[in-house]
């Protein structure tokens, strides 16, 4: 079984606050909500074996808070992931030749990425499709290389907040 966990990163202040869109620190809210998602995560069994980061400022910090729940996992943070392509997305996961990967990165490409593999019409998928918001999480699942990805968990810090 091999699977696919996509993390967006946590709110962050304000685009405007920093000025340079890659250097953007993490907001108070993204620095709460990061711990409650990677738990959920965890408890929903994602076992990612590499982590696969956006070297911006904003993933970065994200995954220093989620990292203690994938204490095993081996990271490497990547330029190529900042603001890029589903495709990019896709092509790094595959790459790492890892079965469980999980990718800390940006929207609109992660959303575009987690909308492609939800694909079944249920509840879950569609809720996925519509909205990826800030610190949104994604386990896919597939039984082998020519299988479809199927969505298992979606979560969101609304959802853990009540």
């Given at each position: ?5 996509l ?29 409650l ?18 070297d ?17 996992a ?5 330029r190529?992931?900042?603001?890029c ?8 996961a ?10 800390v ?11 492609r593999?939800?694909?079944?019409p ?14 949104a ?26």
């Amino acid at each position: 079984m091999r699977q696919l966990v996509l993390l967006r990163h946590a709110k962050a202040v304000p685009a405007g606050d920093q000025g340079d869109d890659f250097a953007r620190a993490l907001a108070e809210t993204g620095r709460a909500d990061a711990p409650l998602v990677a738990r959920a995560l965890a408890d929903a069994g994602a076992a990612p074996k590499i982590v696969l980061v956006s070297d911006a400022r904003r993933t970065r910090e994200t995954w220093d808070l989620v990292q203690p729940a994938f204490a095993k996992a081996e990271v490497r943070f990547l330029r190529s992931l900042y603001l890029c392509a589903a495709e990019t997305l896709m092509a790094e996961a595959e790459r790492t030749g890892a079965d469980n990967v999980m990718l800390v990165a940006h929207n609109p490409g992660l959303h575009e990425l987690a909308s492609r593999l939800a694909q079944r019409p249920s509840e879950l998928d569609l809720r996925l499709r519509a909205k990826f918001p800030t610190t949104a999480a994604a386990i896919f699942a597939r039984k082998s290389e020519d299988a479809a990805w199927k969505l298992g968990t979606y979560v969101t810090p609304k959802d853990l907040r009540g």
